[in-house]
């Protein structure tokens, strides 16, 4: 699916005439006054489109909504702002585009799975659900700034929502473009995270609501679905909530056997699939019919949005999704979203003192001992409120300081971004420069609760990946999704107060009493997790000549972004943890995402690519 938004204006006929011409895939949906509205390519079963009178609505996506339903609620909206209740009510993941009197509402999903993205072409804007659509239009270049951007790791709102295309805007989470009849536009806040006050009773009541309702968006009748099957609390809670849905025919589980012997998710995967219905496969790869982490790192890719993050796994995606494709299943459902929203970080405490000053003794001394900090350092640490411009001031200063161990605590915002060592001075000293700026400009945080600004955060980062990840699997004929980064489950999970997001006893509390009666006590009881360095030793050892050939010439270097030589050494180097590596993972990313793009750019220009 891929598709542009043009606003109810004369010019709109015009920028569609530009458009490629003779796609045969190209659809267009029009206004009320017959002007182009949407056009793209989509099937029918990713569309849910009513009309009443010149008001029009489309859901692009997966939801539970009925077309009869929609349409009767439609008639009751007088303009776009009214759209708001019946918009958060639909369940499902989808973008949501508004026709009403001239003006046009263009929204996509809190998580950014289902993301907007907008240009000015000629004095009217464009909103399109991928900028590289934008920047195709356009003919506008790479803003080097913003790709800097990703060589960071926990890269910090608003960094993080910058596209990598110059021109091209994100309008962040909880918001919408609202494109305007004389072809301007604005960008309207529509959510924000709610006040943390929900007991656990009232909020696991309206997770697992949430949650039922983001799997059935799923399923149509007779769908045969694929679901991970780790033996981890999140995919296989999906998983028992696929089988409990009526119209999947057929559920296929998936686990892939790890690389470490010491990994017990197997031992908790078999467990959970001896638990599950008849109508029931369980699919294990053994280790022989998986490529090893970082395969393929030297394929060129044709989705040329951004840097995939989670490039190191992706040959691995992409043959799960053979694997699913072969039996059938043309959706797999995976675990993402469930550790941001349910397992607390280690910031988190900061903002649980202030809520429930008594009640967070118990937690702080559980955190205390998990994470081995130093009773001195984690009051001093506690004590400390600075506001969100202060955190990102200060997160310009420790840019380039070496990472901290786990002994030292976080202030209420999460960790501070960081640049590898080998970036270059003058690239890190923009990469500062654009941090100063935020602060200075007054950028506010996601929430006044710096919990609920982190969670929210993590849940953007996450839902990038997803994105992607859906654009890679779909070339096998399986669509990727996360339930867990729902609009409603995320809203109901943000909603639980924070006293009760965490326990001293019990891992993920809220999800685990929501899912109670659904999924097996030992499973949601569980206290061990997975741990999987072991995939990167051997995905290095095995791919490493790959992985010095993308060192060599680099355009991250012709950039001035890096030091090549600096790379090289990095992936040479032994390493006594894995964490010591992941950071050259980001910067992989955005060496094979330039070289996908130099590659298209000569065979578009080259007479070949011209016929």
């Known amino acids: 699916m891929r598709f542009l938004v043009l606003p109810d204006h004369p010019l709109s006929a015009a920028v569609v005439g530009g458009l490629a011409r003779g796609a045969p895939e190209q659809r267009i949906l029009s206004h009320a006054s017959g002007r182009p509205w949407i056009v793209g390519s989509w099937t029918n079963e990713d569309i849910l489109t009513v009309s009443h009178g010149s008001r029009r609505l489309a859901l692009l996506g997966c939801m539970t909504a009925q077309a009869a339903d929609l349409g009767r609620r439609l008639d009751q909206v007088r303009d776009v702002t009214g759209l708001d209740p019946l918009l958060r009510s639909v369940p499902g993941s989808y973008h949501a585009v508004a026709s009403i009197d001239g003006l046009v509402r263009v929204q996509g999903s809190l998580s950014g799975i289902r993301e907007v993205f907008h240009t000015t072409v000629d004095g009217i804007t464009l909103v399109a659900d991928r900028p590289d659509t934008l920047a195709e239009l356009t003919g506008r270049d790479i803003d080097e700034q913003s790709l800097l951007c990703h060589l960071m790791a926990q890269q910090p709102w608003p960094l993080s929502e910058r596209a990598v295309w110059r021109d091209v805007a994100c309008p962040g989470p909880g918001r919408y473009v609202l494109l305007l009849p004389d072809g301007g536009h604005r960008t309207v806040r529509w959510w924000a995270p709610p006040v943390p006050e929900t007991p656990i009773a009232q909020g696991t009541r309206r997770v697992r609501t949430a949650l039922r309702d983001a799997v059935a968006a799923r399923v149509r009748t007779g769908t045969t679905l694929g679901c991970d099957l780790s033996g981890g609390i999140d995919s296989t809670s999906l998983a028992f909530l696929s089988a409990r849905e009526e119209r999947c025919h057929r559920l296929v589980t998936v686990r892939r056997e790890a690389e470490d012997p010491a990994n017990d998710d197997a031992v908790w995967a078999r467990y959970a699939a001896g638990a599950l219905p008849t109508a029931h496969e369980a699919v294990v790869l053994p280790r022989s019919e998986v490529p090893y982490s970082f395969a393929d790192q030297l394929a060129l890719d044709d989705d040329l949005e951004a840097p995939y993050a989670w490039t190191r796994a ?30 607390p970080a280690p910031s988190f405490y900061h903002s649980l003192v202030r809520t429930s000053p008594l009640g967070s003794l118990e937690h702080l001394r559980a955190a205390r001992s998990m994470y081995r900090w130093p009773l001195g350092t984690m009051v001093r640490n506690l004590l400390r409120a600075p506001t969100y411009g202060r955190w990102l001031s200060e997160a310009a200063v420790s840019l380039t300081q070496p990472v901290q161990g786990p002994r030292q605590p976080l202030s209420g915002w999460g960790h501070h971004p960081k640049l590898p060592a080998w970036v270059t001075p003058a690239a890190a000293d ?57 609009d409603q489950v995320v809203e109901a999970a943000l909603a639980v107060r924070l006293l009760d997001r965490s326990s001293p006893r019990h891992t993920k509390p809220v999800l685990a009493a929501a899912l109670r009666g659904t999924v097996p006590d030992p499973i949601l009881d569980r206290t061990t997790k997975g741990e999987f360095s072991a995939e990167v030793y051997a995905g290095v050892r095995r791919h490493k000549r790959e992985l010095l050939e993308l060192a060599d010439g680099m355009l991250l270097a012709r950039l001035g972004l890096v030091d090549e030589a600096a790379v090289r050494a990095v992936i040479l180097a032994p390493h006594p943890t894995s964490r010591t590596f992941i950071p050259m993972v980001f910067t992989l990313a955005c060496e094979s995402w330039l070289r996908s793009l130099e590659s298209a750019r000569t065979r578009q220009h080259s007479p070949e690519g011209t016929r």
């Open 314 to 343: 992706k040959a691995v995606t992409a043959q799960v999704a053979q694997h699913l494709a072969t039996r059938g299943v043309r959706t797999h459902l995976a675990g993402h979203g469930g550790d941001e929203l349910f397992n």
């Open 430 to 486: 923009t990469a500062r420069a654009l941090l100063h700026n935020a602060a200075e400009q007054g950028t506010a945080p996601h929430s006044p609760c710096p919990a609920q600004h982190e969670v929210l955060q993590a849940v953007r980062q996450c839902g990038v990946g997803v994105r992607l990840t859906d654009r890679l699997t779909s070339r096998a004929g399986v669509t990727y999704h996360a339930p867990y980064l729902d």
